[in-house]
């Protein structure tokens, strides 16, 4: 039923242009990724708090440590002043206490609470040593001479062995006697058994607010992260073909890099638009010459046997199937946009209807409105008009365009009612370098462009038997 | 018929205005955007061969610039540009038809007949008025079915009738569709070609309507 030449599509090598980059997945941006700004903010953030909380700890530490040991002193000093004052040391008397000073705690034997009077061989003390002597520490040192009256502090060893702090007071001599040696002591569990209860609680009250800082802060990084992962989704949407450009409404930090990111936009965009009206150029420049050898040559006298116009011809076919292929590279590289469908596939009825006026042919549309695919208007209008010229090529009168979105995009049928094309032809007509009808000139190549443009895209391209009895050809084109 | 050709490369515009004469064309000729404006707007043509790549002044707002002023004539758009969008562009700017570079000048020739024929609203190919009939496919005429022998004169001067057969034909836009632009016109000329064909045409002829122009009739008067 076929005739031959039924369709016509590319001659030349089989040069397929490369697919198209699939879109990267967002990887999450983890805590835990290497490399990341989080992990970065974060992990100095851990340094910093550590950092400022140990050294907010020693210095609170020794704070409590002098408070603490001042009050002891204190206490201790008032004891001597006690003793001092109650010492009796006459010339030539025993040393003697006028009264009793063993009131609480320096009552509890072995209790670390302990005082001592010392003067040449004569040795005053308190209950709790029970009659054991208070070692010092060194020898007594000389009194201070500018101020005799106050104690000196100390560290030492009690008869137990236990750790004492203690307050040393020199009395100078009196009545020609040796100096007396005055001590006082508090257990040093006295010192660490409050200090350590209290860094306990100051540990406890740091870690709190260490935990705080650090949750802070990585809520803090997280928000102020927050713009970035805006603007994968921006670019993302640039990618998709849903926007032109990134929003300019950014945070201060991120608006010049996405300024650079849309001015690289821009001049992609211009690119290619130079590119296209290079190609455009460029098939101008080879076209009207080779018109013109063309007519010059339908002269049958310049050209008896045809060899030459076969020539022209070949020529010809090259130079279209090369542009076509060129314009192809340079459309599918760039970013998608949105097209509806609506609005190209009514010009080119308008389009068709002009050109097949002679055949007077009825083409019918059908689709939903406001039916859109990702694809450049320009490279939709091709790979439409390639199918729709085919089919009005070959139609009788009837011409159908349907269009319906899928689960996997926008299929597109274009049908005829012309003679159809069987099996093993339609394999040939969509092959790349495959041509069925070498004798007709013009637009020619159709199939074959129209499915490497739909394929470049993601699409596809099949051939079908219509239900209007010809050729229907299915369109699947990325919604 | 009378055409005007708007085609900047001069070898091939050489080259196009030779096969349309020798398909009896009368011809105009424009190698720039603003002469091509300029002729479209004041003188009268069949049919208009509009290359879009022009000096000057784009092909496609030249067009623009004829519809804009009401000029009705058929534009044939003749360019290298093969994309459907340029295709497509080219219509909705006025285009009627269009024709990409390398044609062969057959498709070129019987489309612009079309063309002409369409534009002075006859649907088929056969235009017929009488004993004559003119098919516009092969730019033949035909007396009771024989072909008629004619110049290339009387031929665009038929032609004319024949698609006008309906009204008057004034005698100035006859002269103006049967010379080239740059023709040394005779007034008398036309006189002259029109009673050698009516002598061809017999028993159709040509009413000569006083101060205005001529008519194709179908025969005898009644």
């Known amino acids: ?479 | 018929m009378k055409l005007l050709l708007v085609e900047d490369d001069a070898p091939l515009a050489a080259e196009i205005a030779k096969a349309l004469r020798a398909e009896n064309f009368a011809l105009d000729h424009a190698a720039n955007g603003e002469d091509a404006q300029h002729l479209g707007e004041t003188e009268t043509y069949d049919a208009v061969v509009l290359d879009l790549g022009l000096p000057k002044r784009d092909g496609l707002s030249v067009l623009q610039a004829w519809r804009a002023a009401g000029r009705t004539m058929p534009v044939l758009i003749l360019t290298a540009r093969d994309g459907w969008s340029d295709k497509v562009a080219g219509f909705k700017a006025g285009a009627d038809d269009f024709l990409v570079k390398p044609f062969r000048v057959e498709e070129l020739v019987i489309r612009l007949r079309a063309l002409v024929r369409r534009a002075t609203a006859h649907g088929a190919s056969r235009v017929t008025c009488g004993p004559l009939s003119y098919e516009s496919g092969l730019g033949t005429f035909e007396r009771d079915g024989l072909p008629l022998k004619l110049t290339g004169l009387e031929w665009r001067v038929l032609s004319c009738l024949i698609l006008h057969k309906d009204g008057v034909m004034p005698r100035g836009q006859l002269i103006e569709r049967v010379y080239d632009g740059d023709a040394d016109v005779d007034s008398n000329s036309v006189e002259v070609i029109i009673t050698r064909l009516r002598r061809k045409i017999a028993p159709a002829r040509i009413e000569g309507v006083r101060g205005h122009g001529y008519r194709l009739l179908p025969g005898d008067p009644a």
């Open chain 1, 1 to 479: 039923m076929t005739p031959p030449g039924r369709l016509r599509a590319v001659a030349g090598p089989a040069d397929r242009p490369d697919p198209p980059e699939k879109p990267v997945p967002a990887k999450p941006v983890g805590f835990l990724h290497l490399g990341s700004l989080q992990r970065r903010l974060l992990l100095a953030a851990l340094a910093l708090v550590t950092a400022a909380l140990l050294v907010a700890g020693l210095a609170i530490g020794l704070v409590l440590h002098r408070f603490v040991r001042a009050q002891l002193d204190s206490r201790l000093d008032s004891q001597l002043v006690a003793l001092a004052a109650s010492l009796q040391r006459g010339p030539g008397e025993r040393l003697r206490l006028d009264r009793a000073l063993d009131g609480p705690p320096f009552d509890r034997p072995r209790s670390g609470w302990y005082w001592q009077v010392r003067q040449g061989q004569d040795t005053l003390r308190s209950e709790s040593l029970e009659g054991r002597d208070l070692r010092l520490p060194g020898p007594a040192r000389p009194p201070r001479e500018r101020d005799p009256d106050r104690p000196e502090p100390g560290d030492g060893t009690g008869p137990w062995d236990e750790s004492l702090i203690l307050r040393i007071r020199v009395l100078p001599p009196e009545g020609g006697g040796p100096p007396a040696h005055l001590v006082a002591s508090a257990p040093a569990q006295a010192l660490n058994g409050p200090l350590r209860e209290a860094g306990l609680a100051l540990a406890a009250i740091l870690g709190i607010l260490g935990l705080c800082l650090v949750a802070g802060t990585v809520a803090q990084v997280r928000l102020g992260l927050r713009p970035l992962e805006r603007l994968r989704r921006d670019v993302a949407e640039v990618r998709a073909g849903r926007r032109h450009r990134i929003p300019a409404k950014q945070p201060a930090e991120i608006r010049p890099l996405v300024g650079e990111v849309n001015a690289l936009l821009d001049q992609n965009a211009a690119n290619l638009e130079r590119a296209r009206t290079h190609v455009a150029n460029l098939a101008h420049g080879l076209k009207t010459p080779l018109a013109t050898l063309t007519l010059a040559l339908s002269d049958r006298t310049r050209d008896p046997d045809g060899g030459l116009a076969d020539l022209v011809g070949a020529m010809d076919r090259q130079v279209r199937h090369h542009l076509r292929r060129a314009r192809a590279a340079a459309l599918g590289g760039g970013t998608r946009t949105r097209t509806e469908l609506a609005g190209p596939l009514a010009d080119l009825r308008t389009t068709f209807g002009r050109l097949y006026a002679e055949k007077r042919l009825a083409i019918d549309l059908d689709l939903p409105a406001g039916l859109a695919v990702a694809c450049d208007p320009q490279d939709v209008d091709e790979m439409l008009g390639n199918l729709i010229d085919n089919a009005c090529q070959w139609s009788r009168g009837r011409v159908r365009v349907t269009a319906a979105a899928t689960e996997a995009g926008v299929a597109v049928t274009v049908a005829d009612d012309g003679p159809g094309l069987d099996a093993e032809a339609a394999a040939r007509a969509v092959r790349p370098g495959g041509r069925l009808d070498e004798s007709v000139p013009g637009h020619g190549f159709g199939l074959s462009i129209t499915r490497e443009l739909a394929e470049l895209y993601g699409g596809g391209l099949h051939l079908a038997r219509s239900d209007l009895g010809g050729l229907g050809v299915r369109l699947l084109l990325p919604a």
